[in-house]
């Protein structure tokens, strides 16, 4: 189990890093999203970005110690709780929200692989 966790933790860390970069650059897709689709300000926009990064970030530490990374997975679970409550009530329905629901479930797994 604990190299299923670990496994998963660096998958996380490259999909957090990527989605915070492309957050972060001001990528147009996602300031349409968050704009447009979302009704979100680009400046909460930047704020996820700097999460994302952030929880990457405390993911990446939380292999040498273990409780970062339990709260950096925990933190990253309730954003991505948001992201898939904000694709389901701006109506997008299931298939749009299944890369956030994908990412709190995986986050879920490692959450509880590093609770001791």
């Known amino acids: ?14 999909a957090f890093v990527m989605a915070g ?16 689709t979302f ?4 400046s ?9 990064i952030l929880g990457a970030l405390g993911l990446l530490i939380g292999f040498w110690k ?8 925990g933190g990253l679970v309730l954003l991505m709780g948001g992201a898939a409550y904000s694709h389901f009530n701006a109506g997008q329905g299931f ?3 299944m890369r956030s629901l994908v990412l709190f479930v995986l986050g879920i797994v490692v959450f509880i692989g590093k609770i001791k």
């Not at 189990?1 to 490259?14: E, G, N, S, Y």
């Open 44 to 52: 909460f926009m930047y704020f996820v970005g700097v999460c994302e």
């Open 95 to 97: 298939e749009e929200a």
């Open 21 to 36: 970069i492309m957050k972060l650059t001001g990528n147009v897709d996602q300031v349409e999203l968050f704009t447009e």
């Open 66 to 73: 273990s409780k970062i990374a339990l709260l950096a997975s």
């Open 1 to 14: 189990m604990k190299w299923v966790v670990r496994i998963l933790q660096a998958l996380l860390i490259v």
């Open 39 to 42: 009704d979100y300000s680009k």
